[in-house]
Nanobody, 121 residues
Framework: QVQLVESGGGSVQAGGSLRLSCEVSGNIFSINAVTWYRQAPRGTRELVAAWTSGGATHYADYLKDRFTFSRDNAKNTVYLQMNRLKPEDTAVYYC???????????????WGQGTQVTVSS
């Protein structure tokens, strides 16, 4: 059974940094895409960063200078490094992973449980 577990959220002051993790557990064949989203209070869910197995990483334009996506294949874990955080970055952050459980199997999408990031001024 595939599970995604997020961690790394918390409360920081403006200018600080956090690194979010999203660990994929279970028997999987391949991870094809990973997307980080966030949802602020009373806001809509918005894309933060998106990676595909082709190697490209796309960031929201207003975040690309401060946020960085990375992954550790050996640990089946992806990360979102967030630097110079601002109060407007306060949100619940979610990871979404598209993967194949078996060779030739259909792609399936899984969500992490979300992790709260709070940035105070």
């Amino acid at each position: 059974q595939v599970q995604l577990v997020e961690s790394g959220g918390g409360s920081v002051q403006a200018g600080g940094s956090l690194r979010l993790s999203c660990e994929v557990s279970g028997n999987i064949f391949s991870i094809n895409a990973v997307t980080w989203y966030r949802q602020a209070p009373r806001g809509t869910r918005e894309l933060v960063a998106a990676w595909t197995s082709g190697g490209a990483t796309h960031y929201a334009d207003y975040l690309k200078d401060r946020f960085t996506f990375s992954r550790d294949n050996a640990k089946n874990t992806v990360y979102l490094q967030m630097n110079r955080l601002k109060p407007e970055d306060t949100a619940v952050y979610y990871c979404n992973v598209e993967l194949r459980v078996t060779v030739g199997g259909r792609k399936r999408s899984f969500w992490g449980q979300g992790t709260q990031v709070t940035v105070s001024s």
